[in-house]
């Protein structure tokens, strides 16, 4: 009993994977279509019947070229040396004493020098010197002139007209028109006073 409905869940199980297999080869085989390949433009076309293109004629000519220098990075310790600032300045000197030997022998504990105030130059550390390790840039070949062939042009590709008849003059270039000429009131301006629609021989001034 339990092999026949083993079986059947088998049959069904097949009956069911079947299509999507057949599927799924279906959609395996179908080609990927390939990108389109973008048109080359095509060159342009002749003025008409007649022309003929032309190209261009290059000569080849020694010249002095400039050849800059080639250079390289190179990792190396630098020793970078310590930076200090001059400072000007006021300084108070304190008063300084000392002993005195008297007429009669004896000492006396007096001020030998007033305090007072003096100009002092004095240098300040600002960085310390120490090591830095970083690029530097090497000249492999300096930079020097050298005499190389060039491409010069002699005369540009152009159309030349080798038609059996007389070469045809160039369509002349629409000239632009002027625009009509404008008397009288703009349309819908309005007189800024009652003299405009006078007429002329009865305008105030006149004889």
């Known amino acids: 009993m339990l092999r026949k409905i083993a079986l059947a869940f088998v049959v069904v199980a097949v009956a069911i994977l079947a299509p999507l297999s057949s599927a799924q080869a279906k959609v395996g085989i179908v080609p990927i279509p390939l990108p389109r390949p973008i048109p080359v433009p095509p060159p342009p076309p002749p003025p008409g019947e007649g022309w003929v293109w032309v190209p261009p004629v290059y000569r080849t000519v020694q010249r002095q070229v400039w050849v800059p220098p080639t250079y390289r990075t190179v990792y190396e310790r630098t020793w970078t040396e310590p930076v200090y600032q001059t400072i000007t300045e006021n300084i108070w000197i304190p008063d300084r004493y000392g002993w005195r030997q008297l007429a009669t022998g004896q000492y006396e504990w007096v001020i030998i020098q007033p305090g007072h105030y003096q100009t002092c130059t004095r240098r300040v550390m600002v960085?310390?010197?120490?090591?830095?390790?970083?690029?530097r840039q090497e000249v492999l070949t300096p930079g020097h002139y050298e005499l190389r062939e060039v491409r010069e042009l002699v005369t540009p590709g152009h159309w030349e007209w080798q038609g059996p008849t007389p070469r045809p003059e160039p369509m002349p270039m629409p000239q632009p028109v002027p625009p009509?000429?404008?008397?009288?009131?703009?349309?819908?301006?309005?007189?800024?006073?009652?003299?405009?629609?006078?007429?002329?021989?009865?305008?105030?001034g006149r004889k």
């Open 180 to 204: 009509p000429p404008t008397g009288g009131r703009p349309p819908g301006l309005e007189p800024f006073t009652p003299l405009w629609d006078w007429p002329a021989d009865t305008k105030p």
């Open 127 to 135: 960085s310390p010197g120490g090591w830095t390790y970083g690029p």
